[in-house]
């Protein structure tokens, strides 16, 4: 039993019993300082899965919010395409009133402009039947003769202007 004299065999008997009365704590330590470890990352798996769940609703009613303006949007497209449908009809139906009532107006006005004219003539006529009788008159006409030529002419000029 020669190795008992070696002092390296007592270095490793000293060392072995060292590491068995000084193991325990340690590992113990190890052990606590894992499982807290293990304890804080489920903690914090626990959190990051409770802040996914809150994101995941989050990202659901941004969606829900999202279709909804969607919707809305939408409705106001179309309310605003019935409006101009119904202001283009209104307007057209405005135009069309307007250019009858211009028209209703320009044949008034040709209608006017047709009886004074028509007025105009007549009263032409009967001055140059006037002037007409008058010369005759002057010409020297028997009056019996130089009536019935007048009233002849105002007969004739009446039947001629209708």
Known sequence: MEFLHEPEFWVAIAFVIFIVLAG???????GKMLDDRAAKIRKDLGEAEKLRNEAEKLLAEYQRRQRQALKEADAILAQAKDEAERIRKSSAANIETALKRRERQ???????????????????????AVLGAQKALASGLDPARAGSLIDQSVADLERRLH
Do not use: S
């Open 24 to 30: 325990k704590p340690i590992y113990r330590a190890i």
């Open 106 to 128: 320009a044949l008034e006005k040709i209608a006017q402009a047709e009886t004074l004219a028509v007025a105009e003539v007549r009263n032409q006529a009967v001055n140059l």
